[in-house]
C-alpha cells in the first residue's frame, strides 16, 4: 500500500499509482459518473459495486455531504486499501467483500496485480490484452505497435481468487436501504449478473445506474431494454479512449436526462 497525492488537495492508499491516477483522471477531473444532469444531493445513498481502491467511493463522498454508501468489492487486499481510504477521509461507509452476481454462493475471478479494473469473474487474458492496446492507441495514437507491446508486456501478472457471491437485493435487504439515488457498477463482463440479481420488488428503490457494459452478444441492447421496462430514461455512449472496443457507458435516470 503506497500513499500519493492526487490533484491540489487529495491524499489516498493505492495499490498501483499509476492505475489510480487514470481512475482519479476519469472519475474527479472527467467527472464521468455524473454526465446527462446526473447529480448527487446531500444525504445520498449510493452503492458502488466495484469499488476497488475507493476512488468513486471518496467522490460521491465529497459530492454528497451527509450521504452513505456502501462500497462493494471482492479483492482483499483492494478491500484492505479501500478501508484505509474511507477511515482517512472520514467516510460513512459499509464496505462488502464479496463479489455480486445473480446468486449467492462461490465463485473465481482472476485478479490482475498490475491491472487491477480489468479483473473480475469472467476475465479472459487474452481478451484482455486487446482491450488494453486497444485503449492505449487510443490514448497515446504516437506510439508504435512496439511501445504498446512494451508497456503491456508486464501488466496481466495475475491470480485466482476464490469468493462468495452474493446478490443486490440480498445487500439491499441485510442493511435495510431504502433508496439508492445512484447505483454505480463497473464489473467487468459481469454487468448483467449484477443487474439480474435485482428482484423485482426492489427495482423501483433505485432512483439512477451509471455502468459500464461489454458489449458482448449484443449486450448494450439487452440492458438498455432491461432498463427501459423497469422505467428509466437510458443514454448509451462511448467515450474516445474506447473507441472500436466493446466497452459503452450507460446513463439511466428516472428523471429526463439531459442531452
Not at 462500497?71 to 464479496?98: F, S, W
Not at 457494459?213 to 474516445?240: C, M, P, W, Y
Amino acid at each position: 500500500m503506497k500513499e500519493i497525492r492526487l490533484g491540489a488537495d487529495l491524499a489516498l492508499y493505492v495499490a498501483n499509482p499509476g492505475e489510480a491516477r487514470l481512475l482519479y483522471q476519469d472519475i474527479f477531473i472527467d467527472r464521468s459518473y455524473l454526465k446527462f444532469g446526473l447529480t448527487l444531493a446531500p444525504r445520498s445513498t449510493i452503492v458502488d459495486v466495484g469499488a476497488n481502491i475507493g476512488l468513486f467511493t471518496l467522490f460521491a463522498h465529497f459530492e454528497a455531504p451527509g450521504g452513505k454508501i456502501i462500497a462493494v468489492e471482492p479483492v482483499p487486499h483492494l478491500v484492505d486499501v479501500l478501508k484505509a481510504n474511507i477511515q482517512r477521509h472520514c467516510v460513512d461507509a459499509i464496505v462488502i467483500n464479496r463479489c455480486l452476481s445473480d446468486r449467492v454462493g462461490k465463485g473465481s475471478l482472476i485478479h490482475y496485480l498490475d491491472n487491477s479494473a480489468l479483473s473480475g469473474l469472467h476475465a479472459n487474458i487474452d481478451a484482455e490484452q486487446l482491450l488494453a492496446k486497444k485503449i492505449l492507441r487510443n490514448r497515446y495514437p504516437d506510439l508504435s505497435a512496439a511501445m504498446v507491446d512494451g508497456l503491456l508486456a508486464a501488466k496481466f501478472r495475475h491470480e485466482t481468487i476464490e469468493c462468495e457471491t452474493t446478490t443486490l437485493s440480498n445487500v439491499i435487504h441485510q442493511h435495510q436501504i431504502e433508496r439508492i439515488d445512484l447505483l454505480k457498477i463497473d464489473v467487468e463482463k459481469a454487468e448483467m449478473d449484477v443487474l439480474m440479481g435485482i428482484l423485482a420488488t426492489d427495482w423501483p428503490r433505485i432512483q439512477s445506474i451509471v455502468l459500464e457494459v461489454h458489449d458482448i452478444d449484443g449486450r448494450v441492447e439487452s440492458v438498455v431494454r432491461l432498463l427501459k421496462t423497469h422505467g428509466f430514461a437510458v443514454e448509451a455512449v462511448q467515450n474516445q479512449p474506447f473507441a472500436g472496443t466493446e466497452l459503452f457507458d450507460l446513463y439511466a435516470s428516472r428523471l429526463p436526462l439531459q442531452r
